[in-house]
């Protein structure tokens, strides 16, 4: 596949749905790809976030930082809170507005998966965006099943043990019309996968990987960096999936080691070689299914 180019602009409208003065700590990765992500949207747009950090980030009333209307609900109801508002909207003859579940990484893999599952299976015409900051971090960082192996946190004070879900795989198989990675650092590659999602009628899923300073422990201008050396190092891939097969939209260089990405985190910091080598082998491992095909990662 053609190489895209990672840092072109000429796609980002300059109209800002997301404003400035919200209350995300400096440096949030998940702000950023909400900017990113509404430029792709647009104004007609209905956001539903379960608990979260972003539940936090929109503001307190009377306060709101975003451009379109958002629905706070509970933690495990993400996905049956859009499917309900997008019935309700096309109950008044609403065909048009996109609806978007906005869940943090344990408000998709762990506690919202079953509606989350439930609303791919059912094929619920929704954008469902995980952005995956690999923790529990609006209650101070606990770990969850898209923490990866190895990871100090909260409550893994000895490195988690068991690898990272792979929900791409998972939603795939439940049949989802569209299921892609972006991360902010690549906003051509994000903002075609948004728009992509936009013009599609049906379940399409979004995995977000966001760089979480206060998490992840790295200086708080460094999100950007973060957010490219895993895609560069090979950690986290930038793929889609379409028509039944996966596809790499973007091949990185492999120029930076994932052992160097790891290292610049606080929460890998206390490894040594040896286990730094593993947790990169299991890190790529879990990509492999997604990346074997011929036009794939390696191909
Ligand atoms: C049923 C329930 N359990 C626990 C909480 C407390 N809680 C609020 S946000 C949150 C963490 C959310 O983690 P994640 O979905 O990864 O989003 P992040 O905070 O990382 O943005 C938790 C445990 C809650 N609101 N509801
Ligand atoms: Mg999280």
Redesign the pocket.
Known sequence: MEQKKPRSPEMITQEELFHPGHPACPGCG?AISMRLALKALGKKTMIVIP?????IIAGAHPTFSLGVPLLHV???SGAAAAAGLKASLEALGDKETTIVAW?????TYD?GFQGLSGAAERKTDMIFVCYD?E?????GGQR?SATPPGTYTATTPQGKGEDKKDLLSIMADHGALYVATATLAYPQDFLTKFKKAKAKKGFRFIHILSPCPTGWGYPEDKTVTMSRMAVESGAYPLVEWEGGEWNTTYRPSFQIKIKDYLLSQSRFAHWGEEKLAQIAQRATHQWDRLTDHPKGLKG
Do not use: K, L, V
């Open positions: 998940a608990a979260s950090c972003w539940s509970p933690f495990i869940a943090g990484d344990g408000g506690i900051n923790a529990y971090m609006n209650t969850s």
